[in-house]
């Protein structure tokens, strides 16, 4: 069967599949934990309201005016990665001693899909700057929102917290590890199928028949070193000192 077929090739080379795994996932986790700079992640949280009335509790929800703020979240996550607001960010706070462009890079803006919350995350190699990143340019957003559209429906839900105990985002090695532990055994397998494919020597009576069309007379074992038995140097000199004749010729 061809399931077979495909396990003996992987099974006849295990030794190189291993290898592969074995030097890979070491040489990963090795440059994950010894290489790779740890990188932090801070976050802070923002509400788009109505702005009709952003702290009546006594009227129902307007749904309209729900999807309407859902809508201009999209807005949003587009306006606050401009430069318009980044610059004045950079400017506003110059003990961060960044800069739009590094702002750009190291903002991210995500929302949960239906929901009038979106969430400001800052990626630096220092949490309590990222914090401090988020939480500029969540203030200097809330700000110019009321003078670039004329609206004071953002409310914050909460600031990052600069001094939160917080493990390193990335890199992560047990999942990097995982990752070349399944790459390298792919490798391996699609490596012995390849080597296998380059061998064109005969192993089994069906490849002899299929290639030669000739039945299998007969198989010859391979041999083995230690199988084939030799008399000893002893025995050898035995052998020699009986074998040997004195002869005496007179003149």
Known sequence: MEIQRYWSVVRKRLWLIALITIAMCTAVGYYTSQHMRPTYQAAAKLMVY?????????????????NSNILLIKTFKQLILTPRILDKVAAAYPDLHTTAGELSAKIGISSV??????????????????ADMANAVTKVFQEEIRTLMNLNNVSVLNWADPEAPRGPSSPSPAKNVAIAFV??????????FLLDHMDDSVKTEQEVRAKL????????????RRDLIEPDDSERTTMGARGKTNVTMDA
């Open 50 to 66: 109505e702005s009709e009335a952003p702290g009546n509790t006594t009227s129902a929800p307007d749904a309209g005016a729900i």
């Open 113 to 130: 899909s239906e929901t009038q919350i979106m969430t400001v995350i800052a990626t630096d190699g220092s949490y309590e700057r990222a």
């Open 183 to 192: 790459l390298s055994i792919l490798i391996g397998i699609a490596l012995s």
């Open 213 to 224: 069309g000739l039945p299998l007379l007969a198989d010859v074992p391979r041999i083995k």
